[in-house]
Structure formats: structure tokens, C-alpha cells
């Protein structure tokens, strides 16, 4: 019997769907295996929540071995080194070969590019800095809370203005809100570029509506952690009382070293089949460089958002490839760009962006009205990725499919 194994690189959004597809695709003398270095999951969004005390980390973290089907080894370890010329994986643990490589090693932060900004700022970004912010913003009595994206790309381009509206909404909650001015600073030009000037003036509003005072066009150079201030190219600076910074974000370094990046860091891949350059790598989710058509940065094409949802989406395709490919058959799967965001508003609302991110001739995305059934989508959605993954498919994924055929909408789970 020719066995294949398979070794997915990080435990994450993408590595979790593409290891349980593969399991659940391939016989069982294959082997599937997943190096991650955390025992523990969290699922990202939910950071959020986290933030203004509406979420305890229990409620949103699972040990990874319950979100992994049986038959998947796991393997807690960093890993060191790919070497692509012997399809061999060093890690901390032990080394290993590989037939087929799925790299789903997600974007790191890098507070430490911006001068003063590790000394001065918090972060929703993380599960211990949500953990940290929620204590400092339970202890705010008051004055001016500056959201900065600290660079860009980053995940989830719906995050920063969730966080703002969140915070601001959390000042309400404590009658805070006449004391407080919350702010949002970005490079960008307008709220998530990718999805078009329309979609941004909808986001604009929305954010003016939740009391945001929205700043594009401001990219931070440093901040002094003395007199709290934040200092743009170009700008004037800004005196805060408070700073949550959405940090720079960079591949792992371990990528660079094994040459899988291109100039700006990430990993190009073909943005159907997320087939690397090199054979039998593929690479999904944050750690991928994927261009999309008719929107441009500085006469270079914008990349395909970092979001979970075309992580796991990628993983699908990816899982289904090599599973044809260990089986001898020709594959058509496709990714196809489809994706979704729920936008959460503060006061159990939320608004819901879905779209092609590769229509011609540029992305074709929608806003969906703010309600409160896309805010109990998002729970819906949280509850349903922390269940075990048998629990999972049967019971919640009919629920969403069902969902998406009533709003007419793509079920890209
Ligand atoms: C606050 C916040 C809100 C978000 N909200 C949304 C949302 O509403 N919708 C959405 O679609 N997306 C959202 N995202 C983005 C989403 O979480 C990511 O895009 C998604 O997790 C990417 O999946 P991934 O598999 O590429 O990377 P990850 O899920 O980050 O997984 C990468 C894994 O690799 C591991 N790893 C890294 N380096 C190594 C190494 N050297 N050795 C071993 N293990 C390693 C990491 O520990 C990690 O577990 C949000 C993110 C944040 C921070």
C-alpha cells in the first residue's frame, strides 16, 4: 500500500479545516499530522468580545486536540527550518518528511517596528492583550482613546472599526461616553479599501453614528509612551489618554528563511489551487500573498484580505486537491474568492459584508443593513467553530447552509 503523509504547518484557522478535510477524505494508512505550537485554541474574533468583558477566555479557548478529528497526530513544536530540496520539516520536537506540505503558519505581530509603540499601546489583537485591555478600559474614568493601525496588511480589515465601535460602545455602556472621544487612525484611505469606495462611505457612517472620530491617511511613525502622543508622517500628532494599536503584522520568520516568501514577505500562491512555486507546498490563510483584480495600492494590486473566513475556505480546497492528488484523480476544486464578515456595531448589532473578491472587474461586495441577526450569526458561528468536530458538521453547518439559502447568500464554511 502506497502511504502519503501529509504534514500541515500550524494549528490555526486554516491548519484545523484543512487537517479534519484530509482525515476525513483520505484512508486511514495515510498519515495526516499538524505541528502547532500552542495547546491551547482561540478563536480571534471573539477577542473583541473579550476586550468588553462580554466573553471570559474560557468561553472562547478549547484544548486544539478537541477541535481535531481522531486519526490527526499532533505534534506541539515550533518549527525551525522547511527544507524544500528534501521535503523535510525541522521542529523543536523531532524532524519530519513530508509527501505533501500545507504551510498555514498565519501572520505574526510586530509591535517593535514602531518606536515607543510596545511601551504605550494595548492590543485586541492577541488573547492575553484583550485580556489586559479589558482590565484597563473596566478602570477608564475618562479622555481620548486612540485605535491606531499601526501598519498594513492585517487581519481582518473589519477588526479596527469593530474595536472602535466596541470601545466607545463599552464607555456608553459605563456612562462614560460624554467623558470619552474614542478615535481611529489608519494609513488607508478609507475604511477596508479592498471592498470599494461605496462600502467605505458605509462604514464611515456607521462609525460616526457610534461616536468614532474617524482619521485615514494618518500612518504613525512613533509614539512617545512619556507624553502619550502619537506622531504621524505628515500629520499633526495627537495627545491620548489611551492607546490600542492593531501592530504591524509579518510572515514567520521561519518562511523567509526557507524561501518560500516573495519581496513583501508573504507567500505567493496561485489564487485558485493555493499551489506554492515549489512542488507539492501549498500555503493557505494569513501567511499567503494573493492579488485581486481592480483595486490598487501605490500601482501595486491589493492583496486578498487576511480573514479566517478564506483561510478555512482555502483549507477546503487545498484538502480536496491533495486528497485527489494521494488517490491518483485529477482535481477541478477551485477557491473562488467568496467570502463574508460580520461587522459587529456595539448594542448586539452587527452588519454583514459578503462578496466575490474576485469578480472583474474588481471586487463586488455588499452591506447588508445592521441588525441584530448578523451580531447572533457571529455567536452562532463562534459556538459552532469551538464544538467538536463531529458535533460540528452535523449539527450547526446545515443550520448556516440553511441560513445562506434564506438570505441568499454564499455558505463559505
Ligand atoms: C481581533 C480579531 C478579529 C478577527 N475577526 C475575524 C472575523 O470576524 N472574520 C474573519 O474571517 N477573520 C477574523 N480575524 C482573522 C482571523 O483570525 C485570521 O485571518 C485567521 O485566524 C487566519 O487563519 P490562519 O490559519 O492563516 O492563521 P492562524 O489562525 O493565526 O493560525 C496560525 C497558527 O500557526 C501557529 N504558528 C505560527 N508560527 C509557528 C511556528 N513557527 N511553529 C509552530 N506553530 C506556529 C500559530 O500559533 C497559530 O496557531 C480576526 C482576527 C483578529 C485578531
Redesign the pocket.
Known sequence: MNSKTIVI????????VAANELRARLPRHNRVVV????TL?S??????WLMTGDRRPDQITRD?RSLLRPGIDLIQ????QIDIASRHVE??LKSLDYDYLVV?????LAPEVIPGLVESAHT???LDG?IKLREALRSFTGGSIAVVVAGTPY??P??PH??AMLIANSMKRRGLDKATEVHLFTPEPQPLPVAGPELGELVRGLLISKGVHFHPLHRIKMVSPQAKELQFENRESFRFDMMVSIPPHRA???LQSSGLTNEAGWVPVDRNTLATRHENIFA?????AVSIPGRWKADVPMMLP???????AQ?HTVAKIIAAAVEGRDSRDAFCGG????L?AGEDLAGFAHGDFFAEPAPRIELKRVGKTWHLG?VLFEKWWLMPPGLRRTLLQNTIRLGAKVYGIPAVI
Do not use: Q, W
Request: aromatic share 10%.
Open positions: 504547518l500550524g494549528g490555526g484557522v486554516g491548519g484545523i505541528v502547532e505550537r500552542n485554541h478563536f480571534a474574533p471573539s477577542y473583541l486544539l513544536a515550533e518549527v525551525k521542529t523543536s498555514a503558519l498565519g501572520a505574526d485586541f489583537y492577541s484583550s487581519k481582518c473589519g477588526a469593530e474595536g514567520p520568520a521561519v493557505i490563510g494569513d501567511v499567503t487576511k480573514a479566517g473566513v478564506f483561510a478555512h483549507a467570502g463574508y464578515c460580520m459587529e457571529k
